[in-house]
């Protein structure tokens, strides 16, 4: 294992997310705190508990979830594509590093930065509603999990976009919506019931399900089908990663 | 001396893109430790492809290379380490400061924190007064000398330099020039690809040729001098004559359209010129000359007529 390589990426990287601190983490927050503004204290004083929780309450952990995920795959892709862009990558492909170790850089740090994130906008959410977390060790399971999955996918996406708006176009067109439908902003059982198997082929539903409950412990599905859908997922991005890297796809041809 | 075993080997490497074109046909090349390597070629010819397999960033479609003795593919760590590469584009972090960025190298190739490595690379370069300054605000000849730096981090044992001094202004070339000496006498094999004959010839110890994906020649550059090396004698004629007599059809010689000029090809190996009979049967047949010039021909004459050829 090239130890130095990863260290020397994961530093690379994450010196980058400190040059862009605005556009990393301020801007994130600043987002969130606006749906907490608008959701939580404006339409939430509307609504009653949900589940047995306030609703300003009841959306913290999908809007950290919305947050880590699209973060996620926004840092990673970027982070492995703007090299491709400006051919920097000719410098990772020609080192004595083995794909393992330039993904545990790139996708490592990615997903440490979206943990941070994470962490930031619970810490935020907790001056407006009071936060209590039943399991903290299950929340940090799922947040790291999760961090990494999207992280993995956020990667596979950089290697295969070739222009700027392919690298915008899964965020924005498919995980915003499933994020937004996935049940962020209400309970899946609220929904009527056509739509609530429609919904449970949303894979984000399972996320944010997972998240919810070591928090409060509801749930729309069991934990263990949460825990095995990311987990699921992950292997999906993992093999899919092993694939480019074996065949050299989009990065030697 | 005991030949010492290439420090590179390519064997039978052809490489093939997904398009279907054939950008490497069968190639053989076998690169001494320690010298200066020239691959000479032009555009598309192969140069940038055979490199960029070397170093891993494109993968082979067929044959073999070795590196140090260790197969790129199977061993591609210790291959890859032996190696420090300058490609021919500025590919640059815009945002990092030289010094960092020249660190980063060094840690991705699995070498342990070395600032006074780092900073005789950056003297050596004349990059130190720059080491805190962002890439972005560095002309492009400074940013050529920032990716050798990168490239010599991690105390390669071969560099490649693929068109260093293209861009280059001729002051700073010379400089580029001294520094590349200055590498192999450190005992780094180089290997760089130019379209300026004149740094091959002034520079390589060996050069190559290669032109359609296909090596056409590799020589000592002096052996290749004088094989191929022409030298032209040129005939400045007091009164001009419209045709060569026949006496003088032995010597092969071209007059130029307007009669004037009389040129005469020789081979500088020869022992005997032929010049000075040329000068008395000339004198015999009646023309004489009001000045003489030779040329010998370049390397890049010598590269043309090559490439040219069927």
Redesign the interface.
């Known amino acids: 294992m090239?130890?130095?390589?990863i260290?020397?990426?994961y530093?690379?990287e994450m010196?980058r997310t400190w040059?862009t601190l605005l556009q990393s983490i301020v801007s994130p927050v600043v987002s969130t705190s606006l749906y907490f503004v608008v959701f939580g204290a404006a339409i939430g004083s509307r609504i009653t508990e949900v589940e047995g929780v306030s609703y300003g309450t009841f959306i913290v952990p999908g809007l950290v979830m919305l947050s880590v995920l699209t973060q996620s795959i926004a840092n990673a892709s970027f982070g492995i594509y703007f090299p491709k862009f400006?051919?920097?990558i000719?410098?990772?492909?020609?080192?004595?590093?083995?794909y393992i170790e330039i993904v545990i850089g790139y996708v490592g740090a990615a997903a440490t930065k979206s943990i941070i994130l994470g962490l930031i906008i619970m810490a935020t959410a907790a001056l407006f509603v009071p936060l209590h977390i039943h399991h903290p060790w299950w929340m940090l399971t799922f947040l790291v999990l999760t961090a990494v999955t999207f992280s993995l996918f956020g990667f596979i996406i950089g290697i295969w976009a070739d222009g700027f708006e392919k690298l915008q176009m899964i965020p924005m067109l498919i995980v915003t919506p499933l994020t937004f439908l996935g049940g962020s902003f209400y309970s899946v059982n609220m929904l009527p019931s056509g739509w609530r198997t429609v919904t449970l082929l949303n894979p984000v539903v399972y996320l944010i399900s997972g998240f919810r409950w070591s928090f409060y412990e509801i749930a729309d599905v069991s934990v263990a089908l949460s825990l095995g859908m990311t987990l699921g997922f992950l292997a999906i991005c993992m093999v899919l990663v092993w694939w480019i890297f074996r065949t050299?796809y989009r990065l030697?041809? | 001396m005991l030949a010492q075993p290439p420090i590179i080997s390519v064997s039978n490497l052809s490489k093939t893109?997904?398009s279907g074109f054939k950008a490497l046909k069968g190639i053989n090349l076998d690169i001494k430790r320690g010298e200066i390597f020239a691959l000479l070629g032009p555009n598309g010819a192969g140069k940038t492809t055979l490199i960029s397999i070397i170093?891993?960033?494109?993968?082979l479609s067929e044959g073999r290379v070795t590196v140090g003795g260790h197969d790129i593919n199977s061993d591609?760590?210790?291959?890859?380490?032996l190696?420090g590469?300058v490609?021919q584009?500025l590919?640059?972090?815009?945002?990092?400061t030289v010094w960092?960025t020249v660190s980063?190298?060094?840690?991705?190739?699995?070498?342990?924190k070395n600032p006074a490595h780092i900073e005789k690379v950056l003297k050596d370069l004349s990059l130190w007064d720059k080491k805190d300054s962002k890439i972005i605000t560095l002309s492009g000849g400074m940013k050529r000398r920032v990716m050798i730096a990168?490239a010599l981090s991690h105390e390669p044992q071969i560099l490649f330099l693929d068109e260093p001094t293209a861009g280059v202004d001729v002051e700073l070339r010379k400089g580029m020039w001294d520094v590349v000496r200055g590498l192999q006498a450190s005992g780094v094999t180089i290997i760089l690809t130019t379209h300026y004959i004149q740094e091959a010839e002034e520079m390589a110890d060996r050069i190559g040729v290669i032109n359609k994906g296909e090596i056409i020649l590799v020589e000592d550059k002096a052996g290749l001098m004088q094989k191929l090396g022409k030298k032209h004698l040129t005939l400045h004629l007091q009164q001009k004559i419209d045709a060569i007599p026949p006496a003088l059809a032995p010597y092969k010689l071209q007059l130029s359209s307007d009669g004037r000029l009389l040129t005469y090809d020789y081979d500088t190996k020869g022992e005997r010129t032929g010049i000075t009979s040329l000068l008395s049967d000339l004198r015999n047949a009646g023309i004489h000359i009001s000045d003489l010039d030779t040329t010998q021909s370049s390397l890049e004459d010598i590269f043309v007529s090559l490439v040219r050829a069927p």
């Open positions: 090239n130890y130095r390589a260290r020397a990426i530093l690379f010196a040059r400006v051919g920097t000719y410098e990772i492909l020609s080192a004595p590093v083995s050299g030697k041809n | 893109y997904g170093c891993g960033i494109a993968n591609y760590r210790a291959a890859r380490s190696i590469l490609p584009e590919h640059t972090d815009s945002f990092e960092a980063f190298s060094r840690g991705l190739f699995g070498k342990p990168k």
